[in-house]
């Protein structure tokens, strides 16, 4: 198996209702964090700030979808989130 080198060849490899909540998962952070880019980290869509803080990861599964925050998220929006 090949690995995804892009979100979209991440996502195409899923079908029902993972892919379903995958694409909502991604209109969502765009929504949200606009100025994010994408990226695959570790083999996961990630989405990374302009200051290169990687914000979350998702995980597709069949027939769910899992998101998981990074410990670099909390380090580098500390101040904002206490």
Known sequence: ???PQTVDEY???FTGPGRELLEQLRAL?????PEAS??????YPAWVHPSGTILFMVSGHARHASV???PSTRE????QLA
Request: glycine content about 12%.
């Open 68 to 70: 998981a925050f990074t």
């Open 29 to 33: 952070a765009h929504e949200a964090v």
């Open 11 to 13: 996502i195409d490899g």
């Open 1 to 3: 198996m090949v690995r």
């Open 38 to 43: 994408e990226a695959i980290k570790w083999g």
């Open 76 to 79: 580098g929006f500390d101040a």
